[in-house]
């Protein structure tokens, strides 16, 4: 894992998509999170440490070859359970998103330029996730990988479109009104526009979706 400082950063981007708006800054107590998205090895370690079973189902020969490809088709739930069991939980939007972009409000993990060779997305050509960490030059200021493309990420809170609009600006957690659970990162097959440190998208979870991945992150960490 890697630590993450407290500090303010720029969460938001002032632009034509409402859910985006309005850039404010944020607040976040240090905190510690994944620097690869959770792989098909890990979760088969806590399939077979728990007998827990996912919605899609799984087959050992997943963990056996595709050990280093990002778990995906998780729900929510799924993805939640098994940062529980790891003694983690799911990182809060802001988490991901700081993480992500860190505090010079960047447009990509990498800097304020598109470059579709440092990220597995549409633009890529493989329609499929590949091995986590693929793209070293995708990295984030804190040193995570594949925080845009290759699959989706889950966060912790529900999704508003509006909240950015009324948050909190210290630990937002998300609304309280449950709704769907938001999705941040863009996948293997989205366009760069979703491949953005503060686009902000949600799925519903009652089907899962094989774009979508998650990380987990840690409270109460030491800087």
Not at 39 to 45: K, L, R
Not at 58 to 69: C, F, L, N, P
Not at 147 to 161: I, K, L, P, Q, R
């Amino acid at each position: 894992m890697v630590i993450v400082q407290s500090g303010w950063f720029s969460m938001g981007q002032d632009n034509n998509r409402r859910s985006n708006c309005p850039q404010h800054q944020v607040y976040l107590d240090a905190y510690a999170i994944d620097r690869a998205e959770v792989t098909n090895a890990a979760f088969g370690e806590f399939i077979a440490q728990t007998g827990f079973l996912p919605d899609r189902g799984w087959d050992e020969s997943i963990t056996r070859d595709y050990a280093d490809m990002p778990v995906a088709a998780v729900l929510w739930e799924e993805a939640d359970a098994y940062c529980r069991w790891a003694g983690k939980r799911l990182p809060t939007e802001a988490e991901w998103e700081k993480a992500a972009r860190g505090t010079d409000a960047r447009i990509y993990p990498w800097g304020d330029t598109w470059d579709a060779s440092r990220a597995n997305t549409a633009e890529s050509g493989h329609g499929s996730p590949l091995t986590v960490g693929s793209y070293p030059e995708g990295a984030s200021p804190y040193g995570l990988l594949d925080m845009t493309g290759n699959v989706a990420e889950w966060v912790s809170d529900h999704f508003d479109f509006s909240y950015y609009t009324h948050a909190p600006n210290h630990n937002p957690i998300g609304p309280e009104q449950v709704l769907d659970h938001g999705l941040r990162g863009g996948s293997f097959a989205d366009p760069a526009e979703f491949a953005t440190t503060f686009f902000r998208n949600s799925s519903h979870s009652a089907l899962p979706n094989y774009r979508v991945g998650f990380r987990c992150a840690l409270t109460r960490v030491e800087e």
